[in-house]
T-cell receptor, first 118, second 110 residues
Framework: GAVVSQHPSWVICKSGTSVKIECRSLDFQATTMFWYRQFPKQSLMLMATSNEGSKATYEQGVEKDKFLINHASLTLSTLTVTSAHPEDSSFYIC??????????????FGSGTRLTVV | GENVEQHPSTLSVQEGDSAVIKCTYSDSASNYFPWYKQELGKGPQLIIDIRSNVGEKKDQRIAVTLNKTAKHFSLHITETQPEDSAVYFCAASSGNDMRFGAGTRLTVKP
């Protein structure tokens, strides 16, 4: 149980285009999902907290107009990188927290999306 | 906010030896401390966790200890195997927000 599916696993796009990454909780409902960014050989940096039915909460320094987050249902959150630039190239990972009381209480991560902007 | 520090950043051990990774946290309200293993190109996977009402937890070759007073917790891997080679992250959470350590790259030499 507590599976989080992230898609795509990798994407290459041209500078100036937008890319959408999907994060789905497959066997549980997640009112909150989290988006992280990870540079090579570095830790996970929280970008934003995605809240179902309301606006996302962004960490300091993260441009909300550049990284659009939509959490329209209890099982899906999307991150759209708008007007992508090479410096946006990174590994993006989502996570969700199953409801308390479930067997796998604790954050479950997606498999990540490797974004390369050329 | 919470600040999690993790040491060492790299660790190399011989197969069969033990490996210990240590983390400290700053927020006394943190009550949940998971450890994740991340292999190259993949998302982190939870390997063990501990809550603030427990001092130690063990799962086969993996154990975690927690010292709330000192605000530090450690991961212990015994009888290491080459497949244990990966990056390990500690984390601390006081609710819905989780902060990660910088990671430890563990290499187990056969």
């Amino acid at each position: 149980g507590a599976v989080v599916s992230q898609h795509p696993s990798w994407v290459i796009c041209k500078s100036g285009t937008s890319v959408k990454i999907e994060c789905r909780s497959l066997d549980f409902q997640a009112t909150t999902m989290f988006w992280y960014r990870q540079f090579p050989k570095q830790s996970l940096m929280l970008m934003a907290t995605s809240n179902e039915g309301s606006k996302a909460t962004y960490e300091q320094g993260v441009e909300k107009d550049k990284f659009l987050i939509n959490h329209a249902s209890l099982t899906l959150s999307t991150l759209t990188v708008t007007s992508a630039h090479p410096e946006d190239s990174s590994f993006y990972i989502c996570s969700a927290n199953p409801p308390s009381g479930t067997v796998n209480y604790g954050y479950t991560f997606g498999s990540g999306t490797r974004l390369t902007v050329v | 906010g919470e600040n999690v520090e993790q040491h060492p950043s790299t660790l190399s051990v011989q197969e069969g030896d033990s490996a210990v990774i240590k983390c400290t946290y700053s927020d006394s309200a943190s009550n949940y401390f998971p450890w994740y293993k991340q292999e190259l190109g993949k998302g982190p996977q939870l390997i063990i966790d501990i809550r603030s009402n427990v001092g130690e937890k063990k799962d086969q070759r993996i154990a975690v200890t927690l010292n709330k007073t000192a605000k530090h917790f450690s991961l212990h891997i015994t009888e290491t195997q080459p497949e244990d080679s990966a990056v390990y992250f500690c984390a601390a959470s006081s609710g819905n927000d989780m902060r990660f350590g910088a990671g430890t790259r563990l290499t187990v030499k056969p």
